[in-house]
């Protein structure tokens, strides 16, 4: 892994990350995923105890850089299923029934954005 390749990581996490150890940590974190992996916002705020505003913003930042994608995913609130993934915020259904459980639901109210590692650093 060449230090070009780690650059942008270093420079989104940097904006918002002052401790290098810790900083490098985040990088190390980020380093673990492959391509195709999904990637929650609130891993961030359970592993680092960043603030999930914070976490958001550096994920949206990694996909401004191409690391990562976005996408909108729909959970179903009696199982905790994941229910459906769509890329685009139109996308969502009014209403979804879980495959699971069979719970029919509120697609925009139980639905989370999420990302998608699109870029292998490896």
Request: net charge neutral.
């Amino acid at each position: 892994m060449s230090l070009n390749t780690l650059a942008p990581i270093d420079r989104v996490i940097a904006n918002y990350v002052d401790d290098k150890t810790l900083r490098t940590s985040i990088e190390d974190f980020f380093l673990h995923y492959k391509k195709g992996q999904w990637l929650y916002p609130a891993v961030l705020v359970q592993k680092f105890r960043c603030p999930l505003g914070t976490s958001y913003r550096i994920m949206h930042d990694m996909e401004k850089e191409g690391f990562l994608k976005s996408y909108y995913e729909m959970v179903c609130p009696c199982c905790g299923y994941s229910a459906l993934k769509v890329e685009v915020f139109n996308q969502i259904p009014d209403r979804i029934i879980c495959e699971r459980c069979e719970t029919e639901f509120s697609a925009i109210e139980n639905s989370r954005i999420i990302f998608q590692v699109i870029h292998d650093v490896r």
